[in-house]
């Protein structure tokens, strides 16, 4: 592909699995030219839908930890919900455009990472979404980076160097994303491309809101603290907020990054706290671990910018308010949509895949050289699934 700016859809249902989104963005895979509309699809899945999806994960994660792999079949109602949803939202996007879509940034649904093992598993096959959109998908963004001693995560980082730039930025700033898991880039927009040395650092810092959500869900029903409204009413409860800050992840050094049910232990020590103080607690304990975080970065951030569904959490950014000596504040206060930038981040990539550009880096991922990756399943060409270039 040539270096002029392209459109770009990206697809991206993370690990609460709350709904998928699905954003364009106009961009060369280095600078962006341009944001285009977008659309979350809430809730992602129906309860059948989400119980293969919950089935899956399971069955992955009982093969692979036996050191063997799943059965494919076990698989195909799970593959056949996350096509079904990621379709629906492509198509629905393309319905509110006149622009050329040159490519899909396809993530797919994890239900297993485990970098200590040396496996991701992303559901979805981007061979059957590029023919049912009718569009060249890219997609497996993970494996390339894990082949080269990454840990396949976190891949927004590259993005987040561009959106520094886009905006302006002078000074080194963190991006925070606080999805079902917490992570954090750190960029300094003074370097010249992301894979320079010292450009990026990114980790994810512990849980965001997959406890809390499953605290929420065990105790009320309900699928998250909206509003923070339940932790407000709550007193944190000192004791288990240090039991659960475990230095052993938090101190590790990036890279570094965490499956959604990593700190699933967590919430068996809860079980004697009421509803309001475990939703206190857990809230606390997520914006601990990222104010710990601090200590592996280069340079004190000037300030963080919130993405994800925890800035929407008023109990949650207060905390952090708290524990950082920085202004922070949701993507918006700089004009971005920060309910799409993770799905932005996928379209961004594949255009960046399509250029043979790198997408993770040693300071992202741990990689042991900067690298490029995804697969490209094209309509037009018979080949299924090639990486691109080849």
Known sequence: MPGDPVWAMGLMCGTSMDGVDAALLRTDGERIAGFGPSLALEPAYNATQRGYVDLAALAVADRVEQGGDPDPDTLVPAEGAVHDIHAAAAIALR???????GVVGFHGQTVFHAPHLGRTVQLGDGARLAETVSCPVVWDFRSADMRAGGQGAPLAPFYHFALARHIGAAEPLAFLNIGGVANVT????SKAAPEEEGALLAFDTGPGNALLNDWMMRRTGAPLDRDGATAARGRIDGMLLRL???RAFLERR????????AFALVLDRMDALSTEDGAAT????????IALSRMHMPAPPARWLVCGGGRRNPVMMEMLAGRLDAPVEPVEAVGLDGDMLEAQAFAYLAVRALRGLPLSAP????CDVPVTGGVLSDP??????HRPGT
């Open 244 to 246: 659960n800050a475990s």
């Open 282 to 289: 857990l809230t606390a304990f997520a914006a601990e671990c």
């Open 254 to 261: 990036p890279p570094k990054s965490l499956d959604r049910n």
């Open 363 to 366: 300071g992202t991922t741990g």
């Open 95 to 101: 319905a509110r455009t006149d622009e050329p879509v």
């Open 380 to 385: 037009r060409h018979p080949r299924r699934g």
């Open 186 to 189: 750190w960029v300094d927009p």
